[in-house]
Antibody
């Protein structure tokens, strides 16, 4: 059973870079046809998609965050990483990673079928 | 960029039917997925590609999608269904989530 686990600093200083890791267990990242997305949620607010990466390294990013986001994959460690630069208080949120199927290759089309439990990140000076 | 608009809140009594909508320009031509998020938990897929239920999701959950509105319907609502619900669509090169609907039972 595949599981995702986010990890990283819970507190980041304003203007610095937020770095998070999503570790995949119970299966190899490169063993299937999947994207892995990052999604965030400020307290009391809705979900915001940040971006995604295919296991080959192809990425897509939210237009509103594209200039500050980098998502990468390390298949040897079974991990996906998120870097968000020049953070402000508005980047304070719970950050989730999620697995996304690829069309007909996936049991549930291109939906997000597995989510991590999320990690809280606070940006403060 | 593409925008989707969800009903802000829905309130129903146990045993009744809850309907919540996700509106967007020609959303009927797009795949719509729905997620349930209980307080303090990660979202969970409840409907994929308009109307399909993942394994383990009760038959009470159903979906439809036509023209400019996608709808999530929960029949015979239970107390455990009280959650936030989000719709999701793909637009060109990025995912868009609706603002979420709060279901109160």
């Amino acid at each position: 059973q595949v599981q995702l686990q986010e990890s990283g600093p819970g507190l980041v200083k304003t203007a610095q870079t937020l770095s998070l890791t999503c570790t995949v267990s119970g299966g190899s990242i490169s063993g299937g046809v999947f994207y892995f997305s990052w999604v965030r949620q400020p307290a009391g607010k809705g979900l915001e998609w940040i971006g995604r990466i295919y296991t080959s390294g192809i990425t897509n990013y939210s237009p509103s965050l594209k200039s500050r986001v980098t998502i990468s994959v390390d298949t040897s460690k079974n991990q996906i990483s998120l870097k968000l630069t020049s953070v402000t208080a508005s980047d304070t949120a719970v950050y989730y990673c999620a697995r996304e199927g690829v069309g007909a290759y996936s049991r549930y089309e291109d939906s997000f079928d597995i989510w991590g439990q999320g990690t809280v990140v606070t940006v403060s000076s | 960029s593409y925008e989707v608009t969800q009903t802000l809140s829905v309130s129903v009594a146990r045993g009744q039917t809850a309907r919540m909508t996700c509106g967007g320009n020609n959303i009927g031509s797009k795949n719509v997925h729905w997620y349930q998020q209980k307080s303090g938990q990660a979202p969970m897929l409840v409907i994929y590609k308009h109307k399909n239920r993942p394994s383990g999701i009760p038959e009470r959950f159903s979906g439809s999608n036509s023209e400019n509105t996608a709808t999530l319907t929960i029949s015979r609502v239970q107390a455990e269904d009280e959650s936030d619900y989000y719709c999701q669509v793909w637009d060109s090169n990025f995912w868009v989530f609706g603002g979420g609907t709060k279901l109160t039972v």
